[in-house]
């Protein structure tokens, strides 16, 4: 069972930056990807970024060149800059065991997810 736990999110000015983080823990297969996800009240989960072991990133075009995915020994962290009133939302953390070339954005490909981080962007 992998278990993960996020943190970072908060309150920020449009333009800000802020890091989220995901600490996963309980892996038994030496492949794995995880992933950023987001809901916006009255909206779907939307994926944001997602990354490999062997650190494959995909990015939603929403995101490219403001927000960056790393990992690092089954730590996850995603560097928000930028940010705009629109990247409001609930940031989830997402993980399952497997192999991809590109790690996938769509929330039906992960079974583990964390509890959520609140992020708030204010114009």
């Known amino acids: 069972q992998v278990s993960l736990m996020e943190s970072g999110g908060g309150s920020v000015q449009a333009g800000g930056s802020l890091r989220l983080s995901c600490a996963a823990s309980g892996f038994t297969n030496s492949n794995y990807y995880m992933g950023w996800f987001r809901q916006a009240p009255g909206k779907e989960r939307e994926g944001v970024a997602a990354?490999?072991?062997?650190?494959r990133t995909t990015y939603a075009d929403s995101v490219k060149g403001r927000f960056t995915v790393s990992e690092d020994n089954a730590q996850m962290y995603l560097e928000m800059n930028s940010l705009k009133p629109e990247d409001t939302a609930m940031y989830y953390c997402?993980?399952?065991?497997?192999?991809?070339?590109?790690?996938?954005?769509?929330?039906?490909?992960?079974?583990?997810w964390g509890q959520g981080t609140q992020v708030t962007v204010s114009s």
């Open positions: 990354i490999t072991n062997y650190h």
């Open positions: 997402a993980a399952d065991s497997g192999f991809w070339r590109t790690p996938p954005l769509s929330a039906s490909e992960y079974i583990y």
